[in-house]
């Protein structure tokens, strides 16, 4: 199993700015993603993150909004930019083991007013 | 695509009582299956998964699900809860072959609450 890690746990921030979220994990691994989950909702996927390659965006999502940066197989960052109150969310990053498991990390409460 | 439909929003049940957590999925393709559960204010854990084999999976925590290939489900139960359970149970399908795309499709999710 992976142990992740997440900063910050939670924020409170303003409509207009932007926050980068940071994930580490305790061990090396290929493949990172990241979720989004709406209050009351389910997780959404984000985009997939690769060490060595662009991120992976899926439908909805676009880098300019949610730029992703992925240095090393041990840690990424998700920025969330110029936020509107629709981005208060939990974002989750996980990573999958070679036995297709994904472990989670905390997630990071964000609220925009 | 795939596609995954958990029929319950929110189970009551009382502690030592049985419950099932109803999950169905569709998709053109095999697929992997998997329960998680998140406590409150926490991140997902795994409970259990299905990738080939026996239908009949055990995860952590006393829980079980069997996979119903006819019927495209993968029902999550437990003979006995505790309180403890109490938590917010998700569904989730994944592709068998995951190429460069390998993500999960998750359920909305249900609420189960445990009554003492």
């Known amino acids: 199993s992976a142990v992740i890690s997440q900063k910050p746990s939670r924020d409170i921030c303003q409509r207009g700015t932007s926050l980068t979220i940071q994930c580490q994990v305790d061990s090396q691994v290929t493949m990172m993603f990241w979720y989004r989950q709406q209050p009351g909702q389910s997780l959404t996927l984000i985009a997939t993150a690769n060490q060595g390659s662009e991120a992976t965006y899926e439908s909805g999502f676009v880098i300019d909004k949610f730029p992703i940066s992925r240095p090393n197989l041990t840690f990424s960052t998700l920025t969330v930019s110029n936020m509107s109150p629709e981005d208060s969310s939990i974002y989750l990053c996980?990573?999958?083991?070679?036995?297709?498991?994904?472990?989670f990390g905390p997630g990071t409460r964000l609220t925009v007013t | 695509a795939q596609s995954v439909t958990q029929l319950d929003s929110q189970v009551p049940v009382f502690e030592e009582a049985p419950v099932e957590l109803r999950c169905n999925y569709s998709?053109?393709?095999?697929?992997?299956l998997f329960w998680y559960v998140q406590y409150p204010n926490q991140g997902l854990q795994l409970l259990l998964k299905y990738l080939s084999g026996s239908t009949l999976v055990k995860g952590i925590n006393g829980f079980e699900a069997e996979f119903n290939k006819s019927q495209t489900s993968f029902h999550l139960r437990k003979p006995s809860v505790h309180i403890s359970d109490t938590a917010e149970y998700f569904c989730?399908?994944?592709?068998?072959?995951?190429?460069?795309?390998?993500?999960?499709?998750f359920g909305k999710g249900t609420k189960l609450s445990v009554k003492p």
């Open positions: 996980s990573v999958e083991d070679d036995r297709y498991e994904q472990y």
């Open positions: 989730a399908v994944g592709p068998l072959w995951r190429g460069s795309q390998g993500n999960l499709i």
């Open positions: 998709s053109s393709v095999s697929v992997y």
